[in-house]
């Protein structure tokens, strides 16, 4: 499994093909590293020893795919916290040393899967020189707003700085990063479709945060949501019902009878993010629903002005980082408007 991961595609094509795969100079695996993970800092076991390195990189949605290896024992560390990335290991060749919460170390080996976010614990790791590597890096921000749509909570950092070794062996969880990488198309070296692409990369967050919670003792299905107090979760409700009207948060926090910094406070403690940020999702989901249920008489601007939009092309930015396809393509999906017909405006 993974053995032709960012090789070839599902066609047995060849992938990358024109870019730099592999290096043996220091200059060019440092700067590698510092693009894909973060800044960093590696230096060789062997004193003098140059590098024979795998450099291979592709993107599924935000996610960073790369096969890597030094390729000479080497240890990297003072990984940079602002970065705000995670990064997760998955060792299919030879071993690497990583650390783990509980202070001691792990030798990850073939078939493990290992998680660390560099922007919440210091990291650092130990190549052995015949290891190979597929890693993935994600940005913290990314999995806070997977936890917040699947779980209507972001956990706090007792989560995040945990280092965990999860998937042993041939785990559903390297199934799914292989077929991700399947998935890509040699002519384009990305996902064919933008759609499957976003699916892709939430199937990957929402796996990596429930194997995540889970080794950590989490319940996400109960999470911070019970413990919350009443009129955050009285606030979710009124957001939800109504997104429609467009209210801010200063209206909701009047409803409440609570100030809008109150409603702030507890949103950022219990939720891990802003009410601003809760009531944008909420909009963005309903508008979602009304271009799905819209009739091919309706156009985008139409549609999204009766939910209280006007301007349309911040709301399109932020409906296609949510959704990863336009407002319109929702539309043209539902209405089956096909390249011989009128199409809606954008």
């Known amino acids: 499994m993974l053995d032709h991961a960012l090789i070839y595609d599902a066609e047995g094509q060849p992938l990358l093909n024109g870019q ?7 200059a060019q695996v440092n700067a590698f590293c510092n693009r894909v993970y973060m800044p960093l800092s590696t230096r060789p076991l062997v004193a003098g020893a140059d590098p024979n390195a795998t450099l291979r990189t592709l993107s599924v949605g935000q996610i960073v795919f790369s096969r890597f290896c030094f390729g000479t024992p080497t240890k990297a560390d003072e990984f940079d916290p602002s970065s705000g990335n995670i990064i997760v290991v998955n060792t299919m060749r030879g071993s690497v040393r990583q650390p783990l919460s509980d202070g001691t170390s792990v030798d990850t080996r073939p078939g493990d899967s290992y998680v660390v976010d560099c922007s919440r614990t210091d990291y650092w790791n130990v190549a052995d020189g ?6 993935l890096t994600i940005s913290h921000r990314l999995m806070e707003q997977t936890a917040q749509r699947w779980y209507g909570f972001v956990p706090e950092d007792d989560l995040w ?8 062996g ?4 390297l199934s799914l990063l292989n077929y991700a990488t399947l998935s890509i198309n040699a002519n384009s070296d990305r996902v064919d479709s933008p759609l499957i692409e976003k699916r892709i990369e939430e199937t990957i967050c929402l796996e990596l945060l429930r194997a995540w919670a889970t080794s950590s003792g ?7 949501r019970s413990a919350a107090p009443r009129y ?9 019902e109504q997104a429609h009207k467009a209210p801010t948060v200063v209206e909701i926090a009047a409803q409440l009878g609570i100030s809008a910094r109150s409603l702030s406070e507890g949103f950022r403690r219990f939720r891990g993010i802003t009410p601003h940020d809760y009531l944008t999702a909420r909009r963005l989901d309903g508008l979602r629903k009304a271009l799905e249920d819209a009739s091919p008489t309706h156009t985008v601007s139409s549609v999204a002005a009766a939910r209280g939009y006007v301007n349309m092309s911040i709301m399109s930015a932020s409906y296609r980082q949510r959704f990863g396809e336009t407002p319109l393509q929702t539309l043209q999906n539902r209405t089956g408007v096909g390249r011989g017909e009128p199409i809606p405006d954008r």
């Open 218 to 224: 989490l319940n996400l299905e109960t999470g911070a």
């Open 20 to 26: 730099l795969n592999e290096s043996r100079e220091w």
């Open 232 to 240: 955050v979760r009285d606030a979710e409700r009124l957001m939800a």
């Open 161 to 168: 700085r945990k280092r965990i070794v999860f998937g042993r």
């Open 170 to 173: 041939q785990s559903a969880w």
């Open 130 to 135: 015949s290891d190979l590597q597929l890693n």
